[in-house]
């Protein structure tokens, strides 16, 4: 019986090992709006035209994501497809604006867009995922933050803000889709708060009153 | 068979791998927030006012980093200066923003490409005025950092000039550490305001 427990225990730690062994590999993360996330937040009235620029990284290392620290030793890199976190941002937020109704479109530094009504940029000041792995689960943290001005093309009135998320999550058995969901999960819900912050006024947009 | 031992083990090896799933499935916290919400009234007369005049806004629409610091009356007078000329509908509101290194006013390599794209918008559209307007971030004193951003400014502006624009098609201010576009206190955010930012 004895030896049948040493095996048992043997077999799960030599699975744990194989399994968790840093590879130094690049792990990509599909960043996308999570838009089904429940809750009733109106399309704007009028419909407006958004361009969306591609976000300034300012994040003290730019590129990548963050690491995957395995249980017993070596690390993964989470990254974006692609490696411009900028733009990925910049596109989950268009496909978030849309999703809500409004018109909006990734616009490239220095390209035009003709009939915009707001020019939206922004800067990542941070935006990290981490995993660690310990006994027996597996800890993912994520932040973001994210600078975001508005210019009103109309009138050149700007509405600006800095959007703030943070999240954890404790598994079992790690999936890189793990990770990729609560990173998700974090910039929508960040996203939802700039649309609960503002209102569009005669296709200006405006932030609500406190 | 099983002896007191075995069973002891057994159990507490279980014990063991039902705690591990049970940890691992207890927790998933996510919380956002916003923080440094501001609104800058634009030029324009007719949509601008609205965004300055209702009482309910007033507390959220003041923000500190427009509110030029009371001790230093020659900064004052440049800090409420308000834009040359209005910002237009179209192509030159895309402008990209140039960065800057700290306390230095060269143009990075890496911003070249983006200034060269901003100069041939700024040919195709040869009538139009433009404002470079030079920002620092909040270290320094605000004497030091209004003469680092017209630095700024002009070195951008010369840039330009070296591309083909006229010089009477740029002009350039500087509001110093004044109108920061991120007010933490972090690198990432202090590069975020060492730019030179051009109003059409």
Redesign the interface.
């Known amino acids: 019986?004895?030896r049948r427990?040493m095996l048992?225990?043997c077999g799960i730690s030599l699975f744990t090992v194989v399994s968790c062994a840093g590879t130094g590999e690049r792990i990509p993360l599909q960043v996308q709006p999570m838009i089904e996330t429940p809750g009733t937040l109106s399309k704007p009235t009028s419909a407006l035209r958004v361009?969306v620029?591609i976000f300034?990284d300012?994040?003290?290392t730019k590129g990548g994501l963050g690491t995957r620290t395995h249980l017993w030793g070596g690390v993964s890199y989470f990254d974006v497809p692609g490696g411009n976190s900028g733009e990925v941002v910049a596109q989950a937020l268009t496909s978030y604006l849309k999703s809500k109704g409004w018109q909006a479109d990734v616009?490239k530094?220095?390209?035009?867009?003709?009939g915009?009504d707001v020019?939206l940029s922004g800067?990542l000041?941070?935006l990290a995922v981490d995993a660690k792995s310990g006994?027996?689960?597996?800890k993912i943290t994520t932040t973001s933050?994210i600078?975001i001005?508005a210019?009103?093309?109309?009138?050149?009135?700007?509405?600006?803000?800095?959007?703030?998320?943070?999240?954890?999550?404790?598994?079992?058995?790690f999936d890189p889709e793990d990770a990729q969901e609560?990173l998700n999960?974090?910039l929508t819900?960040?996203f939802?708060?700039?649309i609960q912050?503002t209102m569009v006024?005669?296709k200006?947009l405006?932030?609500k009153?406190? | 068979?099983?002896?007191p031992a075995?069973t002891r083990?057994?159990l507490m090896?279980l014990s063991?791998?039902v705690?591990?799933?049970l940890?691992?499935?207890?927790?998933?916290?996510?919380?956002?927030?916003?923080?440094?919400?501001?609104?800058?009234?634009?030029?324009?007369p007719?949509?601008?006012a609205?965004?300055i005049t209702?009482s309910?806004?007033a507390?959220?629409?003041q923000?500190k980093v427009e509110v030029p610091p009371p001790t230093a009356p020659v900064e004052a007078a440049r800090i409420i200066e308000p834009?040359i000329s209005?910002?237009s509908?179209?192509?030159l509101?895309?402008?990209?923003?140039m960065?800057f290194d700290y306390d230095q006013f060269l143009i990075r390599p890496d911003d070249r490409a983006?200034l060269e794209?901003?100069a041939?918008?700024l040919k195709m559209d040869g009538a139009h005025r433009l404002l470079i307007e030079g920002h620092c971030d909040e270290r320094g004193t605000s004497a030091y950092n209004l003469v680092l951003g017209e630095r700024r400014a002009r070195a951008t502006a010369q840039y330009l000039q070296n591309l083909g624009i006229p010089s009477s098609q740029i002009q350039i201010t500087s509001y110093g550490k004044e109108r920061p576009?991120?007010v933490?206190h972090?690198?990432?955010?202090w590069?975020?305001n060492r730019r030179a930012h051009f109003?059409p």
């Open positions: 019986m004895i427990i048992v225990v361009a620029n300034e300012g994040r003290t616009v530094p220095g390209a035009t867009s003709s915009t020019m800067t000041q941070d006994v027996g689960s597996t933050k600078g001005q210019r009103n093309v109309a009138d050149g009135s700007l509405v600006r803000m800095t959007l703030r998320g943070s999240g954890s999550d404790r598994v079992f058995w609560i999960e974090v819900q960040t939802d708060k700039l912050d006024e005669n200006l405006r932030l009153s406190p | 068979m099983n002896t075995t083990i057994t090896v063991v791998l705690l591990s799933v940890t691992a499935c207890a927790e998933r916290r996510i919380t956002t927030s916003v923080e440094d919400q501001t609104f800058v009234p634009g030029s324009s007719q949509a601008a609205p965004a209702p309910a806004r507390p959220r629409e923000p834009p209005p910002p509908r179209g192509e509101g895309v402008l990209a923003d960065y983006a794209a901003n041939k918008l576009f991120c933490e972090s690198e990432a955010c590069q975020s109003r």
